[in-house]
């Protein structure tokens, strides 16, 4: 790299041809990058479109054209009809899993920030230790812990509850959030926290008072995801809840699939643009908070 | 670099930015303990609760049969020589292995087209970036396994389309030489999140260098493998532990589509999928805990190797 470096030091460019040929190169190239990015974009996304149109659809149109207009025909009978179609109405797939959404929010934002306090800005016994075993947990598959959890809460009562959903969440056991508030933390001045300490504030006060405004944009990243993760989360709930009126959106939907032999596509679409529906609209709203904080989570330090 | 003698400890500026006398051992006064203690503990609970005690526990259990309701009753390792006789575990080993194979890469290759596409400065740039990540953001969801088995049905989507053109089209869900690449295909249409890391990497990226290279005369494609891919390496590798841990991880896909069955003819058995059903169909959770003890050394085996091959390939910055 330093011989290249060391090139461009030393060469001149030569005046007007070139800046005039890279200039007009460009122009072309972006017109045919759009045409080509575009494309694929459709094509992804067409899907989507198709899903949306179709639910709209009368049933027997839903597979006669490609197109995902409704043009012959718009109707709203398969949202009313699926709707309670799998004998338990959707409402009650969509309180369950907003209920326990709203509540690993909550889990995961209070202890990842807590142990995230811990990791970035005190000094203990064995901290290094502590946090390359948290990174290593980030790498943990679900599978390796799901058999002896389940015996666990089996054993507890807890299984056909929400219980297991939650709890584990107000144990910080999201690690890639710890991870991700950890480093956010790391880039807040220490000077704050010094500051406030010279005014007699202890460690809780100085989280609470010091550190958690300043959080505010990796919390609200963590709301958004852990809202999302938890909302289609399926393995887990399909796990755990065995009641139909237990069930969450991904499991009630699964149940409609189940029951849909070939004949009902229409209300199995509508469902499934319902179920889809929250996802969108975090997606609309937050979608620069969404995507700078992936994006982030890939760099470190 | 001032040389660091073992013995003597001239510590970094710590937390307070208090230098410490030098000490001949290795007794460092940690200073928030208590408060560590207290901010940590219910990440500690989880730790050991959830995660090492299940893990010595699942350990064991493999070496059981344990079906929930009686005790476990001990075996040895007979789960394990069972495993690999079983016609459907290696199935699902070789589907798994297959899936993550094409999958990963597919998935890598198109993040990294789409982000150097995009980081050419186009006006309409945030829109593309949030267009391509939202199949991301929605992909692991039941409702988009249940799209996706509509498009590559008989009657799918596809087929219509592919009816344009007086191409008939077959059952891809439905023939087990195609049912796996419908999974591999939707995971490779989830390329934003990767892509998203790697746009943000590529922004990071040197001008100059770029520049020096132009004038050198270096094509586009040459530019590319000789500068960008190895200054892109750190966002590849990040990538490619990720998406292969998630890979190894997929479920919700394998049993939408297939009913939880595996179909058609185990063509879409992914390990997790049989895991499933060892576990929680047939309740022979012994047999279920050994699966996915193997299934964890068998993703650390895979990261250990990325880790290990990291040095002759990732570059990290100057």
């Known amino acids: 790299m330093s011989v290249i470096t060391e090139r461009a030091a030393t060469a001149t460019p030569p005046p007007k041809a070139p800046a005039a040929r890279r200039k007009s190169l460009l122009a072309r190239s972006n017109w045919r990058t759009h045409i080509v990015l575009i494309i694929s974009l459709v094509v992804m996304i067409y899907p989507l479109l198709w899903l949306v149109g179709a639910s709209f659809k009368p049933e027997d149109q839903i597979f006669s054209t490609w197109d995902p207009l409704p043009l012959h025909g718009f109707t709203l009978s398969n949202y009313t009809s699926g709707w309670n179609a799998t004998g338990t109405s959707f409402t009650v797939y969509i309180a369950n899993s907003l209920v326990i959404s709203a509540l690993v929010v909550v889990g995961n934002l209070l202890t990842c920030s807590a142990a995230a306090y811990a990791f970035a800005r005190l000094d203990f016994a064995g901290k290094k230790f502590w946090f390359g075993l948290m990174l290593s947990t980030l790498m943990l598959p679900f599978q390796a812990t799901m058999i002896p959890q389940y015996a666990i809460f089996y054993k507890l009562g807890w299984v056909n509850t929400f219980l297991p959903l939650i709890v584990p969440y107000f144990l910080a056991v999201d690690a890639f959030f710890i991870f991700l508030m950890t480093q956010f933390i790391r880039g807040i001045p220490r000077e704050l926290d010094e500051a406030a300490e010279i005014d007699g504030a202890g460690h809780v006060r100085v989280f609470f008072s010091v550190i958690l405004p300043l959080l505010r944009p990796a919390l609200i990243t963590t709301t958004v995801l852990t809202f999302v993760w938890t909302y289609s989360d399926f393995l887990r ?9 237990k069930y969450t959106v991904p499991l009630g939907l699964n149940a409609f699939v189940d029951r849909t032999s070939g004949s009902s596509y229409g209300g199995l679409f509508a469902m499934s643009v319902v179920t889809l529906l929250p996802m ?6 937050f979608q620069k908070r969404l995507v700078d904080g992936v994006a982030s989570s890939g760099i470190k330090g | 670099m001032a040389s660091v003698n073992t013995d003597q400890r001239v510590a970094a500026p710590g937390p307070s930015a208090t230098v410490r006398d030098p000490k001949p051992r290795k007794r460092k006064k940690h200073k928030h303990n208590r408060a560590a203690y207290a901010f940590l503990t219910p990440w500690l609970i989880g730790v050991f609760g959830l995660t090492l005690i299940p893990m010595v526990y699942s350990l064991y259990l493999s070496m059981t049969n344990y079906n929930l309701l009686t005790s476990p009753t001990w075996i040895g390792l007979k789960n394990y020589t069972l495993l690999f006789q079983d016609p459907n575990f ?14 990963v890469p597919l998935k890598l290759g198109a993040a990294l087209l789409v982000a150097v596409l995009l980081n050419k400065k186009l006006r309409g740039l945030s829109f593309y970036r949030s ?9 692991a969801s039941v409702a988009v396994a249940v799209m996706w088995q509509q498009v590559f049905s008989q009657q799918g989507l596809l087929n219509e389309f592919l009816g344009v053109f007086g191409i008939h089209g077959q059952d891809w869900i439905g023939q087990p030489s195609t049912a796996l690449w419908t999974l591999i295909l939707l995971s490779a249409w989830q390329f934003g999140t990767p892509m998203l890391i790697f746009l943000a990497g590529l922004k990071q990226l040197p001008k100059d260098v770029y520049e020096a290279a132009e004038l050198d005369g270096s094509g586009a494609i040459r530019t590319f493998v000789k500068i960008t891919l190895p200054l892109l390496s750190p966002m590849i590798f990040f990538n490619l532990v990720l998406e292969t841990i998630n890979a190894f991880q997929t479920f919700t896909p394998a049993y939408v589509i297939s009913g939880g069955q595996g179909g058609p003819i185990g063509s879409t058995l992914l390990y997790t999928l049989y895991l499933y059903q060892k576990g929680f169909g047939s309740l022979e959770m012994g047999y279920a805990s050994a699966m996915a003890w193997i299934l964890f050394l068998v993703i650390g085996a895979f990261t250990a190797l990325y880790f290990a091959t990291a040095r002759k390939w990732v570059t990290y910055g100057d």
């Open chain 1, 237 to 245: 709930q399909l796990v755990y809840l065995s009641d139909n009126s």
């Open chain 1, 280 to 285: 969108m609209a975090v997606f609309l709203i």
């Open chain 2, 90 to 103: 290696i199935q699902s080993a070789k589907v798994t292995i297959e899936y993550v194979v094409f999958s």
């Open chain 2, 131 to 139: 267009a391509f990540y939202l199949p991301s953001l929605i992909g």
